[in-house]
Each structure stands twice: as C-alpha cells, then as structure tokens.
C-alpha cells in the first residue's frame, strides 16, 4: 500500500472512529498528508442566520471573526456549493477569474489575512444542527497551486464520511426522551430558507415549494413586507410565529440582509426554522471549537434542559457560566437566535407534549411537572407557544400520528 493511500486511510478512520465528537484537528493534520493546503476550517449555517466557522479549535481568530461578522456575506463559494451540491473552487463560484479576483472575499479576507489566493468548498448535509448545511473550505498560496479534479473527489468523499458520522454522532447523542421521531414535530430536511427582493426563494426552494400553503404563503407575505421598509430604516432579527393549516405555530428566526453579496445583488431574507428541544440536546461544546464564546454557552443550555421543571431564574442560569445576567442574556441571544425564556419555554414545552401523548397525566400534573405555576399558566403559555390549547393540539397530534402508521 503507497504512503499516501495509508495516510487516506488515516482520515478516515479518524472520522469513523469518532466517539462523541470528531476529531476535526487530527483530521485536517492527516489531511493535509495527502493534500497539501495552507489552512482549512468547516462553515456551518447556524438558525441565527448567515454561517458560521466551528471547525477546528485552531482557526487563527482574526479569521473566525472577520467571517462572522462579515465575510460569510461574501462566501460565494460555500453558498454555491450548497445550492448546486458540489465542490466549488473559488474561482468557478464567481464566474470568472476577473470576478473572483476582484471580490472583497478574495481580497479582504483571504489575501489581507493571511495571504490565501485558491480556495475549494465541499458541501457539508448538516455538520452541527440537522437541516442546517455548511462546507469543509480548504485554502492555498498562489504558489501552490489550485487545487486538482482528483484532489476534489477525494475531498467529495470526505464530505460524505463526515455526514455519516455527524447523523450518527446526533443519533447517539439524543436523550432517551427524544428517540422517538414524533410525527407532529416540526422536521425538515432543511431549515433555512432565503427569499430574495422579489420574494422568490432562491435557497432551499426544493423543500420550501412543499412546505404547508398556509405557512408557504405567510413566508412570502412576511418577506415582502420586510422589503418594502426601504429607505434608512436599520433591518432587524426578528422572532416570527406563524399556524399552519391546523393551527400548529411554526416559529421562525428571521434575518434580513440589505446587501448579501454570495447570494447577489439586493436584499435578502433568511428565514431559520428553529431547532427543537431535542435539537438542541445533541450539541456538546466540542460542536464549537473555532468559537470559544459558544463554547462557553454551551453548558447554560445543558443546565436549562436538567431544571426546566423547576423554572429557574435568569440570575441562577447566568452564575453556571460566569456571566452577570445582563451579559449572558445578551450574548446568548445574540449568538444562539433565541433569548434564554424563549429556550426554556422550549424545552418546558417539549416535555408537556410528550405527557400529553403519553395520556397517563392531568393537566394539573403536567403543568406541575414541566415547570408551570398552575394549570391556567400551563395552558396559556402552551397556546402562546404552539397556537393551540394542550387540550386542541394533542387531537391534532393523534391525527397526525395515525396518519403516519
């Protein structure tokens, strides 16, 4: 067997011999045995909005930031590589040589920084929330040349061994109270989508033209009138509830962008359908290692999920990661897309829905149970959450459920 076939070999046993994580750092170094670059990181889309550098724990910072706060704007590359499933090298997602050395991505984030003039993006199915996709980026000097047809494919293959391990990793992680696939949860294979200016959805349109009439057509109609703002007016997040047809409220983070260049010209809006509560189970600090902030986070959503039932305060949540109060609910929102409330609101939810299948319960007990102060509280909270009495949504719930044997 030749050198580099076992140092092949060794990527990807470093992949499928992940225990609760994969080792992203072992894997780059094995990589680069085989295909030499300069630096190479994984993107993922996060529901905030956007994308994300998470992979490996060694990304210069300079980088991390710069890309978060501005250059996933300019990622044509990965976007491409999303929309069209396949690797992209930098110079085929903008076109022409001309274009991609005249972008702002080429000029002001990899020369300025680090002096990178070739880049490639595989395509990743959901390397940190499923539904969620992102790209492995691999970057080289001019001098090193652009990278190879068989060095894609190999990367191509690459790609695929960590969708398996990152499904089997999200698998092996769930909670026993999350094993069971619930036909009324609201799962997608994909989970952003992106309306141009002219409402058209120009990313993830192969799930979203199926999505629910109803909650297709509130999407457009809410994208619309976030373009019509105009003018001077700043584009803001915003945290959207939407029913479907039954009712059942879908809930939505969505993010305009009055210029995002990867995409095109024009505003955009990106609508993030929010992980669940079991979602959010199978993240571990690891998930981040580019992000140390996140890192930090990450233990305050592990606390949320072991004491919702006893409702605690912001100030008592804040102390499990060093923060005051005002700093982590900041943050938290800023960086994960949904407030503190919001969350354990989310995981009180999650469990009042599985008693109220279970049918072994009271309303009194469950709403005791997950953290409510009475029945009453119970059921106004859950109505504010899914848009639906306990009592309604469980009969929509059993419909659905029989429908699905």
């Known amino acids: 067997m030749s050198k580099?076939?076992?140092?092949?070999?060794?990527?990807?046993?470093?992949?499928?011999?992940?225990?609760?994580?994969?080792?992203?750092?072992?894997m780059f170094d094995a990589l680069k045995k085989t295909i030499p670059f300069?630096?190479?990181f994984i993107v993922a889309a996060v529901p905030r909005g956007g994308l994300q550098i998470v992979q490996p724990s060694r990304v210069p910072e300079v980088l991390v930031r710069a890309y978060a706060n501005e250059f996933h704007k300019e990622d044509r590359a990965s976007w491409q590589a999303m929309i069209k499933k396949k690797p992209m090298r930098g110079v085929e997602a903008w076109g022409k040589e001309k274009d991609y050395e005249q972008s702002r991505y080429l000029r002001d984030f990899m020369l300025y920084n680090c002096n990178f003039y070739h880049m490639v993006a595989v395509p990743l199915k959901s390397p940190l929330f499923a539904g969620y996709g992102g790209a492995l980026h691999l970057y080289r000097y001019r001098e090193q040349g652009q990278f190879t047809d068989a060095e894609i494919s190999k990367l191509k293959d690459l790609a695929d061994q960590i969708d398996e391990a990152t499904d089997r990793l999200r698998e092996s992680r769930k909670p026993q109270q999350f094993m069971f696939q619930a036909p009324w949860a609201h799962r997608l294979p994909q989970k952003k989508f992106v309306l141009d200016g002219r409402s058209r959805c120009v990313f993830g349109n192969d799930v979203f033209s199926g999505l629910d009439d109803r909650l297709r057509q509130q999407i457009v109609q809410h994208a619309s009138l976030s373009l019509q703002r105009g003018g001077d007016v700043e584009l803001q997040p915003d945290r959207l509830q939407m029913p479907d047809s039954r009712g059942d409220l879908w809930t939505f983070r969505v993010v305009p962008f009055r210029n995002y260049p990867a995409l095109g010209n024009g505003t955009y809006v990106f609508f993030c359908l929010q992980p669940e509560a079991g979602d959010w189970a199978t993240i571990r600090p690891n998930d981040f290692q580019a992000d140390p902030e996140m890192v930090r986070l990450i233990p305050a959503l592990r606390f949320m999920q072991q004491e919702f039932h006893r409702s605690p305060a912001l100030g008592e949540i804040a102390r499990v990661v060093h923060l005051s109060p005002f700093h982590f609910h900041r943050r938290f929102t800023e960086l994960l897309g949904l407030t503190p409330k919001h969350f354990l609101l989310e995981c009180q939810i999650n469990e009042a829905k599985r008693q109220l299948m279970a049918r072994q319960k009271g309303l009194s007990s469950i709403a005791k149970d997950c953290g409510f102060a009475h029945q009453s509280h119970f059921t106004s909270r859950f109505k504010q959450a899914t848009g639906l009495t306990p009592t309604r949504w469980r009969r929509v719930a059993q419909d659905l459920q029989r429908a699905s044997v």
């Open 38 to 40: 300069a630096e190479g």
């Open 4 to 26: 580099q076939a076992v140092h092949r070999e060794n990527v990807s046993e470093i992949v499928k011999k992940s225990g609760d994580a994969i080792q992203y750092r072992q």
